[in-house]
């Protein structure tokens, strides 16, 4: 699926997060990455409809204001940064939920095949009568990432989808993100703080700087120290590793440059 | 023969569908119960055997039933009902299992325009007579809801405004019902006080009908929403990645919450936690689906107050024991042992 985004401006309240922004994305996986306060995770939310920006989304040629609301729905998901669910509810349920704008009183057929077909695809059929209060924070994940697959979509939206994930989940995570985009034919769009699982699952990478898209590309040709330095205010070591690969490793904060510091105090 | 599908979703279900039909039975002989008690002591047996064939039994027992008793007892059904689906729906839509329609200080407003009709004679429909305290408890009410509306929609209807603005009009209106005491004679005084515990004993065929039309017509409204509403749960964010619509659907909620709890108190006055302490343990009992929750609310919130009706009048024999009190002294220890218990995902 090609995404194109035309003259996109917002601004909370009278604060001013992106103007005029412009940016085309075709390949499978693509990681929106830059500091904190960049506009990563608005600009995934305009994208998915939760917010309302002035300006044009263009998928697949096609203006999304030109699609009827049931099909746009079906046509993107998103995973916000804190997917939490405050109550009980089990997994079966929550993944109803993922069709919730579309669901009658009495589940049809169609729709409980569906919760099945993708708790079955994720491997999870066993958790299905759990309730979700009981699971881990991987687990929960996973329930959430197979909520957003409930309707099949062509577009993933994900928010720091690792966030409070030890190091084997974040792995296994990404390895299930890259084998669904793949399968479904899927673009996923992820906003990332880790660089490097960006640089080795992403097949291109937006750095966003201050409401700005300040690079775009493969992540050999966007992580680079320049734009490191630029964007994060560090000075970081970036190798490339056997798989070709970049490796960054962070040193020290550039103090002169220091916003993140700033920012803290 | 059932898909495995089918089957998996049926063994989510099958438990919350029997506590429907348990908590059912519950109201049902709570309610022939509540009739059956009183100064003249009847049997559940006469009570029922009035109720179904009137005409083949004793007629000062056909006249304390239909004529006494069963609008109060109904009426105890129906109030608990809307109170509590408006305390269970006010906690979905705010995301805050301390909400209730007095968060948002709906019930103050009407104690604040009966007190007002009670002390002044103030009312906002001329000529009203007799119904003055209670169309003024309605239309108090509705102004209070008008206030929070205008607000949440300069402030996109956040749960947060919400919730702020509604308890700051509960202290508005519960400073102006103090005002009010304060003003009034010792007999005005005593009629606000009694209002504001809340009673049944003004209920009548006609107080029963007007709650009921308004209850069978609101909750509707609100299941249809039921998916909708369940997938708050999830956050804004998502469900509005759903497609849904959450600052129309929370003003829908907040309309249908405030006509039933208007309708409610307006004619028996302000019942405490009768909106707080059923939909919590629905809460535990079915867990989030609103399909479930919504009916479990309203049962348990008919029982609760079929219950307190009850212990009201084996305390006060002879009297009138305000309900008002009877749900707080059940009420409260029950809720604290919830919380101590701590079960619900919800404290």
């Known amino acids: ?265 | 023969m059932k898909s495995a599908n089918r089957e998996t979703y049926n063994a989510i279900i099958k438990q919350k569908s029997l506590y429907l039909i348990c908590f059912a039975i519950a109201v049902f002989l709570a309610f022939l119960t509540d009739i059956a008690v009183g100064s003249s002591s009847l049997s559940v047996y006469d009570v029922f055997s009035t109720i179904i064939s009137p005409h083949l039994n004793n007629p000062n027992t056909n006249i304390i039933v239909w004529d006494f008793r069963l609008p109060k007892a109904l009426m105890a059904i129906i109030v608990g009902a809307s109170l509590a689906v408006a305390g269970a729906e006010v906690q979905t839509i705010l995301d805050n299992p301390l909400a209730s329609p007095y968060t948002l200080g709906i019930s103050a407003a009407a104690g604040f325009g009966a007190a007002l009709a009670v002390v002044f004679g103030l009312g906002t429909i001329p000529f009203a007579g007799s119904i003055l305290v209670s169309i003024n408890a309605f239309i108090f009410s509705f102004i209070s809801f008008s206030i929070i509306c205008l607000i949440a929609k300069i402030k996109n209807a956040s749960k947060e405004i919400m919730i702020l603005t509604g308890v700051s009009l509960l202290f508005l209106f519960q400073a102006l019902i103090s005002l009010l005491e304060y003003l009034a004679t010792d007999e005005q005084l005593q009629k606000i006080v009694f209002w504001l515990f809340g009673s049944f004993e003004n209920s009548s065929w006609s107080t029963v009908l007007i709650c009921f039309v308004i209850f069978i017509v609101i909750v509707p409204l609100l299941a249809i929403d039921s998916w909708k509403l369940t997938a708050l749960k999830l956050g804004d964010e998502k469900a509005k990645s759903l497609g849904i619509n959450v600052e129309k659907l929370r003003l829908k909620v907040i309309i249908c919450v405030t006509i039933l709890t208007a309708s409610a108190v307006c004619f028996v006055g302000t019942i405490g936690f009768v909106g707080l302490v059923p939909p919590h343990i629905a809460r535990i009992l079915t867990g989030e689906d609103q399909r479930y929750f919504i009916p479990l609310s309203a049962l348990l919130g008919s029982l609760f107050l079929s219950l307190a009706s009850i212990g009201g009048k084996i305390v006060c024999h002879k009297g009138v024991f305000p309900i008002g009190i009877a749900t707080s002294m059940i009420g409260v220890p029950f809720f604290l042992s919830l919380i101590i218990m701590k079960r619900s995902e919800s404290f």
Request: contains cysteine.
């Open chain 1, 1 to 265: 699926m090609k995404l194109e985004i035309n003259n996109f401006s917002f601004s909370y309240n009278s604060s001013l997060i992106f103007n005029e922004m412009n940016f085309k994305i075709e390949s499978k996986i693509t990681a929106l990455i830059g500091p904190n306060a960049a506009g990563k995770s608005t600009l995934l939310k305009c994208i998915a409809g939760v917010l309302d920006p002035k300006g044009t989304i263009i998928f697949d040629g096609k203006n999304v204001k030109s699609f009827e609301k049931k099909d746009l729905i079906r046509l993107r998901s998103y995973l916000p940064q804190e997917s939490k669910i405050t109550g009980s509810l089990t997994v079966f349920e929550i993944l109803l939920l993922g069709m919730a704008n579309s669901l009658f009183w009495k589940v049809n057929e169609a729709d409980l095949e569906a919760v099945s077909n993708v708790l079955k695809y994720l491997g999870i059929e066993d958790l299905a009568l759990r309730s979700i209060n009981e699971l881990s924070g991987g687990q929960k994940q996973m329930v959430f990432i197979a909520q957003s697959l409930i309707r099949d979509p062509k577009l993933l939206l994900m928010d720091e989808p690792t966030n409070g994930l030890d190091l084997k989940y974040q792995l296994e995570l990404f390895e299930l993100i890259q084998k669904i985009t793949l399968e479904k034919g899927m673009t996923t769009i992820i906003a990332l703080h880790d660089l490097n699982l960006a640089a080795r699952f992403a097949d291109n990478i937006v750095v966003m700087s201050k409401g700005e898209i300040y690079a775009s590309g493969s992540p050999s040709s966007v992580l680079t120290q320049k734009t490191i330095e630029s964007v994060y205010g560090i000075n970081a070591r970036i190798s490339i590793d056997e798989d070709g690969v970049p490796w960054i490793k962070p040193i020290n904060s550039i103090k002169n440059k220091g916003s993140v510091a700033k920012n803290l105090f």
